[in-house]
T-cell receptor, first 116, second 116 residues
Framework: DSGVTQTPKHLITATGQRVTLRCSPR?????VYWYQQSLDQGLQFLIQ???????AKGNILERFSAQQFPDLHSELNLSSLELGDSALYFC???????????????FGPGTRLTVL | DQQVKQNSPSLSVQEGRISILNCDYT??????FLWYKKYPAEGPTFLIS?????DKNEDGRFTVFLNKSAKHLSLHIVPSQPGDSAVYFC???????????????FGKGTHLIIQP
């Protein structure tokens, strides 16, 4: 158990809909990262938040957005869903202290999204 | 453009022998490298990491070697055990100019099978 929690575990929805995935980081971790794992693309970095602020962006579509709340939990919002958005979505967290240059990321169990 | 490559999709090793998993990268900005182990329907589990200022890091049965000039790293598992059977991902990140680290760039993974 990494200490990172994600809800829901599974989500089935239809094309054109909007969903919200939730992540709670490990206690004390300030950074939250979101990743998408699809069969053809592998694990891809989407976006990072640090202490409530967006810090880095990867291959995130404009239809997707995220935020990190004062209690440090994060939500990933996916809208106008397409069949190709079906994937596993992982959240990871790290300490990311200013005095530490290198930080391991610890992953949650993931949310499996199926778009029909 | 794959910046992190794991050229062996699968590897079969006898129990008790050494398992060697390889990874190559192209982005010279990467300064931190990690190995993760993953079972189906679970999140990646952090195994071991190495920063670019080192060429070797050991943790129990796991050793990671980094050859910066060749842009190559490898994970050695000695001795290999049946519980080591899983998919292993190599990942890399670059430091952000404002502090902290960017999201991880992952390879496609190597499926390690330990045979009794």
């Amino acid at each position: 158990d990494s200490g990172v929690t994600q809800t829901p575990k599974h989500l089935i929805t239809a094309t054109g809909q909007r969903v919200t995935l939730r992540c709670s980081p490990r206690s004390g971790d300030l950074s939250v990262y979101w990743y998408q794992q699809s069969l053809d693309q592998g694990l891809q970095f989407l976006i990072q938040y640090y202490n409530g602020e967006e810090r880095a962006k990867g291959n995130i579509l404009e239809r997707f957005s995220a935020q990190q709340f004062p209690d440090l939990h994060s939500e990933l919002n996916l809208s106008s869903l397409e069949l190709g958005d079906s994937a596993l979505y992982f959240c990871a967290s790290s300490v990311d202290r200013v005095d530490m240059r290198y930080n391991e990321q610890f992953f949650g169990p993931g949310t499996r999204l199926t778009v029909l | 453009d794959q910046q992190v490559k794991q050229n062996s999709p699968s590897l079969s090793v006898q129990e008790g022998r050494i398992s060697i998993l390889n990874c190559d990268y192209t982005n010279s900005m990467f300064d931190y490298f990690l190995w993760y182990k993953k079972y189906p329907a679970e999140g990646p589990t952090f195994l071991i990491s190495i920063s670019s200022i080192k060429d070797k890091n050991e943790d129990g049965r796991f050793t990671v070697f980094l050859n910066k000039s060749a842009k190559h790293l490898s994970l050695h598992i000695v001795p290999s055990q049946p519980g080591d059977s899983a998919v292993y991902f190599c990942a890399a990140s670059a430091s952000l100019s404002g502090g902290g680290a960017d999201g991880l760039t992952f390879g496609k993974g190597t499926h390690l099978i330990i045979q009794p």
